[in-house]
Nanobody, 121 residues
């Protein structure tokens, strides 16, 4: 059983910072791409950032330059450092991991439950 648990969300003023963490646990053989997504009320879930095992990153234009994704492969952790937060960053942030349970099965996406980030005006 695989679990992804996010933490670090909360209430922050515009211009402030938050650091989100996501811990993967359970029956895991290998993790490929990990990423952060977010969903604001009344909007579709959107990609925020992704990171490969080797450290290559991609960012949504709306967060590029303000957010930084990183990972610790040994600890099965992925982070999202969010700086200069804006009210439009308010959303539930979800962690996603592309992983497999053994070398003999395929890869699948797993999602965390999400953590609320609220940027007040």
């Amino acid at each position: 059983q695989v679990q992804l648990v996010e933490s670090g969300g909360g209430l922050v003023q515009p211009g402030g910072s938050l650091r989100l963490s996501c811990a993967a646990s359970g029956s895991i053989f290998s993790i490929n791409v990990m990423g952060w997504y977010r969903q604001a009320p009344g909007k579709e879930r959107e990609l925020v950032a992704t990171i490969t095992t080797g450290g290559s990153t991609n960012y949504a234009d709306s967060v590029n330059g303000r957010f930084t994704i990183s990972r610790d492969n040994a600890k099965k952790l992925v982070y999202l450092q969010m700086n200069n937060l804006k009210p439009e960053d308010t959303a539930v942030y979800y962690c996603k991991a592309d992983l497999r349970h053994s070398a003999y099965v395929g890869w699948n996406d797993y999602w965390g439950q999400g953590t609320q980030v609220t940027v007040s005006s």
